[in-house]
């Protein structure tokens, strides 16, 4: 041997060596501390190839493969039904779920749950891989959500495959803690995840954020490395701060609003007393006020129950609540019940629109064209609010960084003249990631009480694995 050969393989890194001579094996694992064998669950005492082929060849692998590869797929099958079904592992340390399992199931050995936390970054693996089977030279539109999880900032990236005919479902490609919340971070995280994803810079057409300035700046920094990319502002975040204008233009709507709110919301004796009083209309709503389009939709209740409402609350009496006299004063109020019918005649419209924009099977040109309506029937308002609401979504849907961009494609997509083989992917581009946030709500749950000890990785792998499992229907065939 050279010596120029010799001190080459010298310079190779230890763990690299070790996967190149069990690359054969692949029964076998290098999981940083030793040689892992998946079928007999011990670790090798020899480091070398000879030692690797001598366990593979020998009586005791060959049986333990026969006897372990069902309960091999059993396992990671198990795993991922815990993870997607949202099952904490320490069910797996309960005694009597252990003895019904052994009573009902004797032929499959429940895993401990110390296999459990061994095998789990098996099965996010083989689950990743999946994930970047099906980006493998796809077009894709990404988006970004920021999560509050335990005082810490939690950014999700999330893409979608733009299809000609449908819009697909999203795929979660990373789940990182921020250190910060700067353009530059979330830039290192989405570069990141789409570098392990195998995803090429040039397939990334469309990134779908609100409008925070730390998106805006993050959005221009991934135009440097994304040469194809449109940002866009998510329609529905615009329509959100338009039902905030609104209802800092009525406060003493908010103010009704929120005091029934008050009232009904932890007195079940209040609540029925509703009920016997008024048995043919609906209970009052008790709106989270951060929804969409919760405060319009409780607003045009009191509108349309106005009377009987104002009748069942002159029955109640202060003692009950704190609440009630200010609700049965504003009911006495002759500007709130004209505030009530102004709201509903003028903004009945926006509910319509939001409740559209929140399906994400529209098409581009559906979306775009809702958008405009809105807007046109917000510039065609004379009354203050209504202008204030024109002028805020004007604002905000024009300051959107290439909004006009997608706006001339749109026209091409109508015209069916399209000015490059690009264009066709957006036929089907959600301007909205309304649904996106909706797969993430249940988020926090994976923090609960029982879950204190997910580390960040796992904490990605289960809520990665909740997405495929909504994306792919069909059963798992995992593949070593």
Excluded at 345 to 352: A, C, M
Excluded at 382 to 409: C, H, Q, T
Excluded at 429 to 445: G, P, W
Aim: aromatic share 10%; proline share 4%; hydrophobic share 40%.
């Amino acid at each position: 041997m050279s010596v120029s050969k010799q001190n080459r393989r010298q310079t190779l890194p230890f763990a690299y060596q070790i996967n190149r001579f069990i690359s054969k094996y692949p029964d076998l694992k290098y999981n940083g501390s030793g040689i892992y064998c998946l079928m007999c669950r011990r670790r090798l005492v020899g480091w070398n190839a000879i030692n690797c082929r001598q366990h593979v060849l020998s009586a005791r692998h060959k049986q333990s493969r026969k006897m372990h590869m069902p309960y091999w797929t059993f396992v990671y099958d198990f795993i991922f039904m815990l993870s997607v079904c949202d099952i904490p592992q320490n069910m797996l340390d309960n005694s009597h779920f252990r003895a019904f399992w052994q009573k009902y199931v004797p032929n499959w050995a429940l895993p401990t749950r110390k296999q459990v936390c061994t095998e789990f970054p098996h099965v996010k693996e083989v689950v990743e891989n999946q994930i970047r089977c099906e980006l493998r030279d796809k077009k894709l539109w990404v988006t970004v959500e920021i999560v509050d999880v335990k005082k810490d900032k939690v950014g999700n990236v999330l893409v979608r495959i733009l299809e000609e005919n449908y819009s697909s479902k999203p795929f979660l490609i990373a789940s990182q803690r921020l250190k910060q919340l700067d353009a530059d971070t979330i830039h290192y995280v989405v570069i990141g995840a789409l570098m392990k994803f195998s995803v090429h810079p040039k397939n990334v057409l469309m990134f779908v954020t609100d409008e925070s300035e730390h998106m805006l700046a993050a959005g221009a920094k991934l135009k440097s490395t994304c040469p194809n990319l449109l940002h866009i502002i998510c329609i529905l975040h615009v329509l959100h701060h338009i039902t905030e204008s609104i209802r800092t233009s009525y406060p003493d709507i908010d103010k009704l609003i929120i005091s029934m709110k008050r009232i009904f919301v932890k007195s079940a004796k209040l609540t029925q007393q509703f009920q016997k009083i008024c048995p043919k209309i609906p209970e009052p709503p008790q709106p989270l006020l951060a929804s969409w389009e919760a405060w319009l939709k409780a607003a045009f209740y009191y509108n349309g129950y106005f009377d009987v409402v104002k009748a069942a609350m002159i029955q109640f009496t202060p003692k009950q609540s704190r609440y009630i006299k200010g609700c049965q004063q504003l009911f006495k109020d002759p500007r709130v019940e004209a505030d009530l019918k102004m709201i509903h005649e003028n903004y009945g419209f926006l509910v319509d629109a939001i409740e559209i924009l929140q399906e994400a099977s529209l098409s581009l040109t559906e979306s775009m064209d809702m958008a405009e309506n809105v807007y046109s029937t917000l510039s065609h308002l004379e009354n203050v609010p209504g202008m204030v609401a024109a002028e805020k979504f004007s604002d905000i849907l024009w300051g959107n960084p290439d909004y006009e961009k997608l706006r001339a494609i749109n026209e091409c997509l109508k015209e069916d003249r399209l000015n490059s083989d690009l264009q066709r992917y957006y036929s089907h581009a959600n301007i909205t990631c309304m649904d996106v946030e909706r797969s993430l709500a249940s988020y926090n749950a994976i923090f609960t009480s029982t879950k204190t000890c997910l580390s960040e990785s796992a904490a990605e792998g289960v809520l990665m694995m909740q997405l495929y499992a909504k994306h792919n229907k069909r059963a798992f065939t995992w593949k070593k």
